[in-house]
């Protein structure tokens, strides 16, 4: 099969890497892709904002199979286009990203069918909104309706900073239009789960447990970001918490849209917090995470092409997923001045000696090859991902790994994965008790 892979960052590579390795591939392409990719597939440019553009060059290229990473393509409807001309796609069409791009859209179908969320209320009025802070105890949690490129939700610890932050969105309009609406709703505290599944809207496959790491600095200090390291493990989830987020959050969410008239194909992003009361919805993306899916797909041991062709003929309810039991870890490797303007065009070194570790990958994102030497381009740069015996190990060897790679202003955090470590050691240290089974890892129905 010829395959074509949309988007240009780490995601993108690691999905490039894995389809690779199938044996279905006789041909892999990339657009725009980057540096590392470029080791995989064949790269070439694309503007990922236009459908019409994609559509002629999988046209070209006699695509069997595209696979879109970013958002930006699937809200400017490349699905949508690509089914109507008849090519086989895997991704959520231009309506579904509604779920991601609106935040009030996805709060009230979130209500509507029942699914466990944080308290909440939403408005299109300043003054209302002021009003509405009386509801909720302090801190509050603001959120801007639309896009906002992790800018748009402030947890507030006053009141002046609540309403500062709905000024700054809702008159002065710092966000644009993304702020036009809000979502204000109760703090929710307990641990952050990312739990994605990939879906053909009839059959779910959820994959292994992730979790982000979005502030800049260690300790989640700093700005946020597009993300600086994420880890997979097993251990983030009993049995008895998995079952509770499948019951409760992802069958009734997919149900729903089928009810609603939304055929969803791809896949289903859950941002979780896993409070005392149980596990409830932050948010939903309608894509893989990125860095998340450099740790989780390291961990994938059977064919991707063959989930994705079951993903868009609609049986992936026949297909079985295999995961490492090994967790892994990816640190992002980001430009000086990321997350505002970063500094680029810096020669990066030993990135192939990381490679060469054993069970180290270097995705690249922000890379450039010219004259033989290997340029960053943009804020995050690599995600260096290794996986281990345990998440102790795989903690030591992704940093055994950075270590060997340098660049002008380069900047990670040190504590990717070790706050779970810290938490969960006792757990990990009792061997596998808690440990998912992998085989109990495959495809579900839910209707
Ligand atoms: N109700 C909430 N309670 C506590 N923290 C929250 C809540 N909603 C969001 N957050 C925090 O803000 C971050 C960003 O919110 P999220 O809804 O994921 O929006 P986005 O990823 O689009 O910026 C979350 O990862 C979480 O740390
Ligand atoms: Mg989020």
Redesign the pocket.
């Known amino acids: 099969m010829k395959i074509l892979v949309l988007g240009s960052g780490g995601r993108e590579h690691a999905l490039s890497w894995k389809l690779r390795q199938s044996q279905l591939t006789e041909e892999i392409y990339c657009a725009p892709g980057n540096a590392g990719i470029g080791q995989e597939a064949e790269c070439l440019p694309v503007d990922l904002s236009n459908p019409s553009e994609m559509l002629d060059l999988a046209n070209r290229l006699q695509a069997d199979l595209t696979v879109v990473g970013p958002e930006a393509p699937l809200a400017a409807g490349v699905v949508d286009v690509f089914e109507k001309a008849g090519l086989a796609i895997v991704g959520p069409t231009g309506a579904a990203t509604r779920f991601e791009s609106s935040?009030v859209f996805a709060k009230q179908f979130m209500h509507r069918r029942g699914i466990p969320t944080?308290r909440f209320t939403t408005t299109e009025k300043f003054d209302e909104a002021i009003q509405a802070l009386k509801q909720f105890a302090l801190p509050v949690?603001i959120?801007a309706d639309g896009l906002?490129a992790?800018k748009?939700?402030v947890?507030a610890r006053t009141n002046e900073e609540a309403e500062q932050t709905l000024d700054n969105f809702m008159r002065r309009k710092a966000l644009g239009s993304a702020g036009d609406s809000v979502v204000i709703?109760?703090?929710?505290a307990g641990e952050?789960l990312s739990f994605i599944v990939l879906t053909d809207g009839r059959s779910i496959l959820p994959l292994p447990p992730s979790q982000d790491h979005?502030p800049l600095l260690d300790h989640d200090e700093g700005p946020?970001t597009g993300g600086m390291g994420a880890f997979s493990d097993d251990a983030l989830l009993d049995e008895g918490l998995r079952a509770e987020i499948l019951q409760r959050i992802v069958h009734p969410t997919l149900a729903g849209m089928t009810e609603e008239g939304v055929l969803f194909r791809g896949f289903l992003y859950f941002?979780l917090?896993i409070t005392h009361e149980g596990p409830k919805v932050?948010?939903y993306n309608v894509r893989l995470g990125d860095p998340e899916a450099q740790p989780i797909l390291m961990r994938l041991r059977c064919d991707l092409v063959e989930l994705f062709s079951a993903t868009h003929e609609g049986t992936l309810g026949a297909h079985e997923a295999h995961w490492s039991p090994n967790p892994a870890v990816c640190v992002v490797l980001a430009s000086q001045g990321y997350p505002g303007k970063p500094v680029v065009g810096k020669t990066i070194t030993g990135y192939d000696l990381a490679e060469n570790m054993g069970g180290v990958k270097v995705f690249h994102a922000g890379t450039v090859f010219k004259d033989h030497q290997l340029i960053t381009t943009g804020g995050r740069v690599l995600g260096v991902t290794a996986t281990g015996e345990d998440l102790a190990a795989a903690i030591q060897q992704v940093y055994a790994a950075v270590s060997k790679i340098s660049f002008e202003g380069m900047q990670y955090r040190r504590d990717i994965g070790a706050k779970a470590f810290q938490r969960h050691s006792g757990l990990l240290g009792r061997s596998s008790i808690n440990r998912v089974d992998p085989a109990a890892q495959n495809s579900q129905k839910y209707c």
Not at 185 to 188: F, G, H, I, V
């Open positions: 935040k944080a949690v959120k906002a992790g748009g939700v947890v709703e109760e703090a929710l952050e979005k946020n941002g917090m932050l948010e």
